[in-house]
DNA sequence: TGCTGGCACTCACGATCGAAGAGTGCCAGG
DNA sequence: CCTGGCACTCTTCGATCGTGAGTGCCAGCA
């Protein structure tokens, strides 16, 4: 166990490398932060530190920078979420207040994020899995055709075209919307399979097979998991990443585009609150030398879906989290509004 | 004028560079194009075609390197656009035809372009203004509350809240559903607000002021502008840029990120063909370093919306044009057949 | 036992210098 | 009008060499 001070040497270190971005000394150390100890006992505290695998030399005989391990116990134990000023929070709001649809929502909230922290901001669409519905909706288009518009609590619009077996007529058309809607609204995705389950009985022998597969797209459009998108912004933020970044930056960009690896990076984080992923702690590669800071959000008090950042290891985690957390908070009560 | 030679000049030193990626001198060309001339004589062309500024030394004794002026002369002179192959052909295809909705369209096409382009690319959401109405569709969420969706022939769709003056029946609600789809059904966007104008006049005075609201939303949907929806993909090409590109990167990252300036560049392209705009050809400061190479796309033989692709001026033009050419085609067969 | 000042040592970094090489412009001759 | 030759210009790269920050260790002191 480390003792008191030695914790405090580490959290000045990773303080003062978050902002200078350079090795830092243990002479610096004692004139930015009074430990009340001179730099020869820092310089013993960060030989101890340096054994536990806490920071490291770039190379001998220059200043220690932390390693991930040292910033995991940072988040962990020395560091807490800043809480955001009263007026970041009314900036906040005001900003995401003005969005007009989902899309909006969810452009604003990446365009926010993403200068808040100033780094890359992801936010995943709301998933339909955990949302309700709010309405079905069919349409005839032609006499065998039809087209199935699925709408969420979350303003979520889902369309996809249904070719019946048979011609459908308008009136059985009306009985099925009528049926469909006053078992399924207001019902949560995962409990529709079981509502809707004996509805083609209620029908006709000739328009059951249109009913089944009406029924099975609407179905799959709930457990299509390719709807879940995300939005990625402030990637322009990578530059700042540092000098020796052109190698730094390509592979993040690459691990970015693939929606994939995204998705996985998200949903792994299980934890209710904000989750923090640190270098080596990101499965994929690229990210080695990135943090990743996501929370779940969501319309009341459920999560329906993932925020966060990505950016280099060496980042305000205090700053950043509660950044997350805010914007986290808020945009689910504009969803809540809607 | 300058003489068949010199453009030979020209176009070798264009292709060397884009090639390389270093400055070209006189003795590298004569041996990499048997242009039948020495070096010497080439060095004389070089010193004219300087003069006339197609091309610049990046300093005193090193090659010389196209400018915009060079390029430009290039794509509208010297260089076709290169055609795809036939497996090429065949992979767009196979590719873009496994899309299963618009979404899954554009997403498509984007990877795809920047896959072959090994650049940034940018797909435009085909466009509303251009596009022909589907369907309307009305749905009563409360006494005084509809939603007004509205699905496009390109599949796309949009919905809208409507609150009503006052609370509008189901009966009326049919009737004005009806009436709305006869008249629109079918029509192009732009013809629409002709249409409906005295759509009111067929209502009760009562309905009236709740008719006049769903068409002045639906009229507003259709001319919104910040529907304008983009996509782009393949920043991570922008790390192939060069050694110099700590400074390049970040304005056009920057300028990517700025939906309003890409809709911008991509709809001041006006000719009907791939329109090349090369470096400070580009209005945008960030990307006076870059070339866009746009075409428009649509399902039928009207385009509808732009894509293309962002790059240094350093590109290999006939493939990126061929390219762009070749997947907008496919794209606009893919959306005809849905 | 733990803190402190002192001291020798190690390297990265930056500046300076010089040789090498690529490329040019110009000129005289074919 | 083209060509070979030649002198000249500059960038690039490597080597050399201080400089200075930072360290590790040690002996002394509370």
């Known amino acids: 166990m480390l003792s008191e001070r030695r914790l405090q040497v580490l959290r000045a270190i990773v303080q003062d490398y978050v902002g200078t971005e350079e090795p830092v000394g243990s002479k610096a150390l004692t ?4 430990l009340g100890v001179s730099p020869a006992t820092v310089r013993n505290d960060m030989a101890a530190l340096e054994d536990e695998g806490y920071i490291a030399q770039p190379h001998t005989s ?10 995991r116990l940072f988040v962990d134990k020395l560091a807490g979420v800043k809480p955001m000023t009263a007026p ?12 007009v649809d989902l899309d909006d929502v969810v452009a604003r909230t990446v365009r926010l994020l993403a200068q808040l922290t100033r780094q890359v901001a992801v936010v995943q669409y709301p998933s339909l899995t955990r949302s309700t519905v709010r309405h079905v909706e069919l349409l005839s288009l032609a006499p065998a055709r039809l087209m199935l518009v699925l709408i ?10 249904v070719d019946c077996p048979a011609p459908f007529g308008e009136s059985s058309l009306a009985d099925l919307r009528a049926r469909l809607n006053s078992r399924v609204a207001g019902r949560r995705f995962a409990d529709v399979p079981g509502l809707v389950e004996d509805l083609p009985e209620a029908f006709e022998a000739e328009d059951r097979g249109t009913v089944s597969t009406v029924l099975s797209t609407l179905l799959e459009t709930l457990v299509e998991e390719n709807e879940e998108r995300l939005v990625i912004g402030g990637t322009a933020n ?3 990443f540092g000098h020796d970044f052109p190698l730094t930056i390509r592979p993040v960009l690459e691990a ?10 998200l949903g792994e984080a299980k934890d209710p609150g904000v989750t923090v992923r640190i270098g080596h702690e990101n499965a994929h590669e690229g990210l080695n030398s990135t943090s990743v800071v996501s929370v779940g959000y969501g319309s009341g008090g459920e999560a329906v879906a993932k925020l966060g950042v990505v950016g280099p290891t060496r980042m305000d985690y205090p700053g950043t989290m509660g950044a997350v957390r805010a914007v986290a908070r808020y945009v689910g009560q504009i969803l809540a509004e809607s």
Chains 1, 2 share one sequence.
Do not use: C, M, S, W
């Open 256 to 265: 970015l585009e693939e929606q994939v690896v995204l998705l996985k990076l």
């Open 31 to 34: 004139e930015r932060h009074n």
């Open 152 to 161: 969420t609590d979350t303003g979520r619009v889902e369309q996809r075209l």
């Open 62 to 71: 220059a200043g220690r920078i932390p390693t991930d391990k040292g910033y």
């Open 88 to 99: 970041e929070r009314r900036a906040i709001q005001n900003f995401l207040g003005g969005a």
């Open 238 to 240: 990578l530059t700042r």
